[in-house]
DNA sequence: AATGAATGAGCCTTCATTCAT
DNA sequence: AATGAATGAAGGCTCATTCAT
């Protein structure tokens, strides 16, 4: 009663659990750089030995935020993913994914694109395979419409995904650095189409030209028109 | 004779071209944090002192490098654009000439991407400025095909000019890290193929009652209405 | 035994006091420009790095040391002062008190007068506070015997405490810089009688005149003769 | 005509005079530490070099700009004074027109109080002297009135001389330090008027036997015997 | 007589990490 | 398991002064 508070016994867990949150809000805040293992661990009450007790390096901590950040964002994933279908809203989900991604924690992509895939250990890590996976699903995309004679095979997969999130980096670019804004949902749409459209095969083989067909596609219209948000 | 170059004197320009040499090479080899200004001096062959009459900061050092480099990079530039003509050709050397850029000078777009650009104050400088002239080239190109009706219009300049340098980075990001390599020429073809594919408008125009006609037109009145913001 | 004295731990407020007292042993010796934190550290038998995590910078040092030496000095002060009675006497007795505080530590006043007053922060300093408050005990003194009517009042109070502690400063000056000599009794004396004079109203009203009035006073004489310190 | 003014060639006098302007400028804006030899040079349109050909040391060049101000301000000091007579009068005349030194130029006296004085090698100074020499000119009037009955001699002139500078320094401290303000007119009445007021002897010297010429003698005596060293 | 390039020692300060307690 | 005092190496930068030209 006398001295409030004074080391207050936390398990393993929630330590470290309240360091990774604290180093995430001052890397996130300065950068990697900028920021001081002092100033973190002072933001987790504890002082600086505990820290190291629980993080061999300040680089070590950086990579395990990140690397928690990044697997939580990427979790319910898959499973958005399947309840669409059709190539092109597919492939619009991912990249509008992506782009919300960068909207909601700009600074987490700055870090990981800054100063986690700066060090020279980054392909060894952890996130290096985390980010594999996101990206690749992009390709499984492409590679199934490639399959099924909706798209063209002549630009290798590789190009393709890199147009697409390349183009996401440079475009959030300012926003990232605080100077900008963009509209996750416009430039899904802009990008989507370029990507579509460049690798679409002509019309004739992708429609049905009967009349019931026409029917059947006005149906569907009516229905899109009559609830746009279904 | 005995204590060799003791106190050599160089002129202004040669010693500031000197110091410009080393500091180029520490930072392209080690980065900006990594480098520090003393084994610059010293690679240089003078004290710490003096880099900093030439100087002011290790900063400007740094920027005063990576503005040599970009302007030689891009002096021959719009000589060379001259002699070529149509947009598919124009629009691919702009492209093989970034990725050649990058190819033969790696390190120097690592400091550009991630060490001069991260600078707050890197909207006013120098670098930025020409870095503009440099990625405009690229929409200027692309605006004269929309004019003369080569192109479509419906997605911004910007993201498209984002997409090609964007994935030009992404897709050498490898490379630039030492790990990976890549063919310029081909790069460039798939690029501009995709880009200009999902541009270019198709030959004729056909606006006919025919049943193909038809379904044309439902086609993009569908994707229209799924993504109301394309 | 082998490696003495490595990684002595103190308490905080040990090394603090270690660090603060080297401190001032090295200011007094050159001033503060003159003195470099890595001989103070040394002294202080820390690295320089140690020094940093006490004080934030070297002019905070330098005010905490001033500050505490001044508050040391004038921490008995107004106790003393009650135990005195008669503008003559209370005047005197902080005249020499403060002549005294500058030769029992002279260095100390050299670096109030030419370090810390310097500083543009000065007026915003617990020290500047400090030393309001002390020289204002002059000019409580001097008020009580103007409104007591003993005291002229056409001299604004603050030349009056000006060349008082002017005076002193001037005098001690070949002191301080440990070239001269002076006697705090007898300046105190001489500075007291200028200010007294020059500001005590004639005699007539100050005297009871009777011979009762004789008898008394010289009894008090008397006392005064056969004990001088009661 | 190609090349303009390079290599001004100037008589030694004339650069000597420009360069102890410029560093009177420099200093006097910008205090000793504070100034670098680099920008006065540059103010001098010289290059460094050139500056050291004239002083052996930026203390030196600081001495002599003091002494070349000093010298200039006392210049008409003696013939000024030789207009005025009357011991007040006169006393009144050199603490005004020391007052309207500093109102004047109060950076000089900021550079010699506080930058000059504290060299080890004032005393050793021209400046020293001249300082002596001007200072000396109160005590003189002072003695002259002490010879002449006018005065008392109990308080040793330095002592009064020390008032007189001293008072003045620490009431124009604050408008040395562009703080504050002062009128020179009117501080220079209230010092003039303090010092005589305790300096002057009564007009009549009356030594009688009355009871009242007792009383008066008691007092004196209390007095002492209440401050032995008075 | 002047230049001006170069020196070099030193400045204050930072901070990831260690380890005695 | 936690503390927190201490490290120590390095960091960028300044500037009076020198001296080859």
Excluded at 109 to 122: I, Q, T, W
Excluded at 123 to 148: C, D, M, P
Excluded at 197 to 204: F, I, K, S, V
């Amino acid at each position: 009663m006398r001295q409030a508070q004074k080391r207050r016994r936390l398990s393993k867990e929630v330590r470290y659990a309240e360091l990774l949150e604290a180093a995430g809000a001052i890397f996130r805040e300065k950068g990697y750089h900028e920021a001081s293992t002092l100033e973190i661990a002072e933001r987790a009450n504890v002082v600086e030995g505990t820290l190291f007790r629980y993080f061999p390096t300040k680089r070590d901590l950086l990579n395990k935020v990140v690397e928690a950040a990044y697997e939580k964002t990427i979790a319910d994933y898959d499973v958005q993913l399947q309840g669409i279908s059709g190539t092109w809203n597919r492939l619009r989900y991912l990249i509008w994914r992506h782009l919300k991604t960068i909207k909601d924690d700009p600074q987490l992509s700055r870090l990981l694109a800054y100063e986690v895939k700066v060090d020279p250990n980054f392909r060894k890590s952890r996130i290096f395979e985390l980010n594999r996976a996101y990206t690749h699903r992009t390709v499984e995309i492409i590679q199934s419409a490639v399959r099924s004679g909706e798209f063209k095979t002549d630009v290798p997969l590789s190009i393709i995904r890199d147009m697409i999130y390349g183009c996401v980096d440079h475009h959030t670019w300012s926003y990232v650095r605080g100077e900008g804004k963009f509209d996750p949902g416009q430039v899904a749409d802009h990008i989507t189409n370029l990507i579509w459209r460049g690798l679409a095969t002509p019309a004739p083989v992708q429609s049905d030209a009967s009349l019931t067909g026409i029917v059947k596609r006005l149906d569907r219209i009516e229905k899109l028109v009559a609830s746009p948000n279904a």
